[in-house]
């Protein structure tokens, strides 16, 4: 089981990221996919979540409007599209997959590495 994480790296308040979250080694469409993040002395937050069959789709409140969460079951990726970046939006990103469409960082089986986002002011 794999989930490879990319996207993250540098970018100016206003500005806007795409990450991605390539899964390998089990039914992709049937797991929930989502993307937590943790800042430094923070806890991790779930940031939105995407559903396997019906892709239903849940943000974080802080992120609505902004975020857009994606997934193409064909190619087994998910797609996190961030428009609008704000510093407090600074943290390590991580995808995760579960059999649970779930906010709770424990109701997921398989992390990928994280991938460092940095909004600058």
């Known amino acids: 089981v794999q989930l490879q994480a990319s996207g993250g790296g540098l970018v100016q308040a206003g500005g806007s990221l795409k990450l991605s979250c390539a899964a390998s080694?089990?039914?992709?469409?049937?797991?929930?996919i989502a993307w937590f993040r943790q800042a430094p002395g923070r806890e991790r937050e779930a940031v939105s979540l995407?559903?396997?069959?019906?892709?239903?789709?849940y943000y974080v409140r802080s992120v609505e409007g902004r975020f857009t969460l994606s997934r193409d079951n064909a190619k087994r990726t998910v797609y996190l599209q961030m428009n609008s970046l704000k510093p407090e939006d600074t943290a390590t990103y991580y995808c995760a997959a579960g059999v649970h469409y779930s906010t709770y960082a424990a109701d997921y089986n398989y992390w990928g590495q994280g991938t460092l986002v940095t909004v600058s002011s």
């Open positions: 080694g089990f039914t992709f469409d049937e797991h929930t």
């Open positions: 995407i559903e396997g069959n019906d892709g239903a789709t």
